[in-house]
């Protein structure tokens, strides 16, 4: 059977044809590539990627199907879909059923059929930006005009979009050992598992929720979780986070939550020309001098004082209100601020997933560091 056509018009006018794949429809977003060649799935389904249309860089998309168990929240949250070859037939033991059918079911629009090479190069030289596909208008002149009009992700405040509307409670595995007050940002589903597997209980709060919400809980501390948006906005978890810094309660933040943590310090935020989305990132850990392969997502990084587009990042320690900080972490491929290390209080964050799935986990020490961080302030 013939395939309905689509079209993929870019905000600078580069247009793409190809074939409809998922939901038939129109949708727009920010275009950013992502360069994992497994774990789609999860990167359908983690909210991070709210309103952003991703391009799957590896050829061949869906070979796996789609299964109960991977997801990472409750529904697909990428705004578009765009994959050069689909695959057919989806063949995996624990499949329980074809990637399409559940774009199309969740009325997710995509486009296939696409030179994903050509349009990734395009966004490496051009920078993110926003994008519109449609499978019900032939005419990109007229498609372009409503990318055009679409919102920017500069400026955009979306973790009330993403938290979850009620307080839940992951339980530790096993024996109980701490009970952590998580901030959900757009909290994937394998980082309370991952601080369950420790011995963590954690209870998992909106977006919203005051300093009395965290205390409430009893927790023994504080982490801030992955998210959607631009940093610049979030003001409300930015003064959340100084509380609890003024407060000594330990507290770690995974990318949006350390974007989050570095305003709270008094360091800005920018947009990175394409970001940093994919599970094969190199990152120097300056504590341990090792270099890991890591899982990334994010659009926005910390910006420290001495440290300028692609420079080498400063290694002394930098005064902030709240003592010393250095930056613990480094992205070897273009010297990004991937991790902060307070010195005077008890906190410290990474930029990008130590909670990756599918992958890799050479970062899942970070939540042991985290609960040797808990146990020295007990």
Same mark, same amino acid.
């Given at each position: ?5 689509? @079209? &993929?018009? *870019? ?18 977003? !920010? ?6 060649? #497994?774990g789609?799935? !999860? ?17 061949h ?7 109960? !168990?991977?997801?990472?929240? #409750? ?19 624990? $499949? ?7 774009? $199309?079911?969740?009325? @997710? ?10 349009? #990734?190069?395009? *966004? ?20 372009? +005009?409503?990318?055009?009009?679409a919102?920017?992700?500069?400026? $955009? ?37 991952r ?12 977006? +919203?929720?005051?300093?009395?919400? &965290?205390?409430?809980? =009893?927790?023994?501390? /504080? ?9 610049? #906005? ?22 949006? %939550? ?13 947009? &990175?020309?394409y ?25 926005? $990084? ?5 440290? %300028?587009?692609? +420079? ?12 010393? /900080? ?5 992205? *070897?491929?273009?010297? /990004? /601020?991937?991790?902060?290390r ?7 964050? @990474? ?9 890799p986990?050479?970062?899942d020490?970070?939540f042991?560091?985290?609960?040797? *961080?808990?146990? =020295?302030?007990?």
């Open positions: 059977m013939k395939r309905r056509s689509a @079209v &993929l018009v *870019l905000e600078d006018g580069r247009t793409f044809h190809g074939e409809a794949y998922g939901s038939v429809g129109e949708t727009f977003g !920010e275009a950013v590539f992502n360069t994992g060649m #497994t789609y799935q !999860e990167t359908l389904t983690d909210p991070s990627y709210h309103r952003q249309v991703v391009v799957q860089t590896a050829p998309i869906g070979n796996t199907g789609v299964n109960g !168990e991977d997801d990472e929240s #409750t529904r697909i949250w990428v705004a578009g879909y765009v994959v050069r070859d689909p695959a057919r037939i989806g063949s995996n033991w624990r $499949a329980t059923g074809g990637l399409e059918d559940r774009l $199309a079911a969740e009325g @997710v629009v995509g486009i296939s059929g696409v030179d994903t090479r050509a349009l #990734t190069r395009h *966004l490496r030289e051009r920078g993110a930006m926003r994008v519109g596909i449609s499978s019900v208008e032939d005419d990109p002149r007229a498609l372009l +005009a409503r990318v055009r009009q919102p920017e992700m500069v400026g $955009a405040d979306l973790s009330a979009e993403v938290t979850t509307a009620e307080p839940y409670v992951v339980p530790a595995q096993g024996t109980h050992r701490f009970t952590v007050a998580a901030l959900d940002l757009g909290i994937k589903r394998n980082v309370p598992r601080l369950a597997a420790r011995g963590v209980t954690t209870h998992v709060l909106p977006a +919203a929720s005051t300093i009395d919400d &965290l205390l409430a809980t =009893g927790a023994d501390a /504080v982490f801030f979780s992955p998210g959607p948006g631009d940093p610049a #906005t979030a003001d409300g978890p930015v003064g959340l986070a100084r509380e609890v810094l003024s407060r000594r309660i330990p507290l770690f933040g995974i990318c949006f %939550g350390s974007q989050i943590l570095g305003r709270a310090l008094g360091f800005g935020t920018y947009k &990175l020309g970001g940093h989305r994919g599970i094969n990132q190199p990152v120097l850990d300056r504590v341990t001098g090792k270099v890991e392969v890591t899982s990334h997502n994010h659009g926005f $990084a910390v910006q420290v004082p001495g440290a %300028g587009a692609g +420079a080498v990042v400063p290694d002394q320690v930098i005064d902030t209100e709240f003592g010393g /900080v250095q930056v613990s972490h480094v992205c *070897l491929n273009d010297n /990004v /601020v991937e991790g902060l307070a010195r005077d209080v008890p906190a410290f964050t @990474v930029q990008y997933h130590p909670e990756a799935a599918a992958g986990h050479d970062a020490y970070l042991d560091r985290f609960a040797e *961080l808990i146990e =020295g302030g007990k």
